[in-house]
Every structure is written in C-alpha cells, then in structure tokens.
Nanobody, 124 residues
C-alpha cells in the first residue's frame, strides 16, 4: 500500500498539529497502523498505533495524554492529533502499516509500508 503523510509544520511550544496519512488507492488491509518519528541523530521510535479493525489505541509514554491517533470509517486514512507540543517532539514523523501481532507492533522493522515522512518542528 502506498501511504502519503501530510500536516507537519513549524509550531511553538504548547501548540497543536494534526498529521494525516492517506492511502492513494483507497481502503486497505492492516492489523495496525502506526506513527513513528525520527529526530536527527536518533533512532526511529514508536509514537502511537491503532488496531485497524477494532480501533484500540496504543501510545509511547512520552506522548500519552497529549497525542491521539484515530482513523476514518472508510479505512483509508489515519490521523495523529498532537497537542501540547514540546521541543522534544521535533522530528520527522512517519506513518506505517503492519500485519504483525500485538506483541510486536512497536517495532519498526515489522512494518512493510511507510509514508514519506513529514517534518514537525516545535520551537521553544
């Protein structure tokens, strides 16, 4: 599946952004859709995921309570609402699709389709 991420930008500390990730060819199958991020000089890290059928959500501790992952009913788009942004949230954000099981869905190597990444910069 081909994924297109959008919605990044420059925002001040405490601000909000909403990222979107859409499949170019319409509804697709997945077990989980997730957002990862990668800051300069750091490894790619798990941010949030959503069970594509059941809708249950999972978050990294660093974003819990500030970020919300969601999907549309048509199963074509996944969103990441980011509130109370901090400078530490600055990174390139990627959406991704996996068919893996719950116990492995925080591991980036288990994802087989990735969006191109969208830059989020939070100024202090």
């Amino acid at each position: 599946v081909q994924l297109q991420a959008s919605g990044g930008g420059l925002v001040q500390t405490g601000g909000s952004l909403r990222l979107s990730c859409a499949a170019s060819e319409g509804p697709f199958s997945a077990r989980f859709m997730a957002w990862f991020r990668q800051a300069p000089g750091k490894e790619r890290e798990f941010v949030a995921s959503i069970n594509w059928n059941g809708g249950h959500t999972y978050y990294a501790n660093s974003v819990k309570g500030r970020f919300t992952i969601s999907k549309n009913n048509a199963k074509t788009t996944v969103y990441l609402q980011m509130n109370s942004l901090k400078p530490d949230d600055t990174a390139v954000y990627y959406c991704a699709r996996t068919l893996t099981v719950l116990s492995a869905m925080r591991i980036s190597s288990n994802y087989d389709s990735w969006g191109q990444g969208t830059q989020v910069t939070v100024s202090s």
